[in-house]
């Protein structure tokens, strides 16, 4: 019953573009003043396009740079792990006999 008027009485100075939570955050906001906003046309959203044109150029180029330390990179760590899985059975076979 403590705050049964409350409601009532915030109810001629709440604010109703914001959260209740937030009001004194927002209440200390300064517009920018001069701040340009642009709002792309629908000619302008083909984002994915000029990536989906140009992607295999990029891949071939960074293949032709990056190509040898991958595939030795692959090679090592794959030779690795199959040397490891061979030596690991074979000590297996040894402890058995």
């Known amino acids: 019953m ?3 008027m409350t409601q009532t009485m915030r109810a001629g100075h709440e604010r109703t573009d914001c ?7 927002w209440s200390k906001h300064l517009p920018v003043q001069g701040e340009v906003s642009r709002h792309l046309s629908p000619n302008e959203q083909k984002i994915i396009v000029p990536f989906l044109k140009h992607a295999p150029q990029k891949v ?3 293949l032709r740079i990056f ?7 692959f090679l ?3 030779g690795t792990v199959k040397g490891s899985t ?4 074979e000590l297996a076979r040894q402890h058995r006999s």
């Open 2 to 4: 403590a705050f049964r």
């Open 86 to 89: 061979w030596y690991d059975r």
């Open 76 to 78: 090592l760590v794959y």
């Open 19 to 25: 959260h209740p939570a937030l009001v004194k955050l």
């Open 60 to 62: 071939a180029r960074k």
């Open 67 to 73: 190509g040898v330390y991958w595939g030795c990179t």
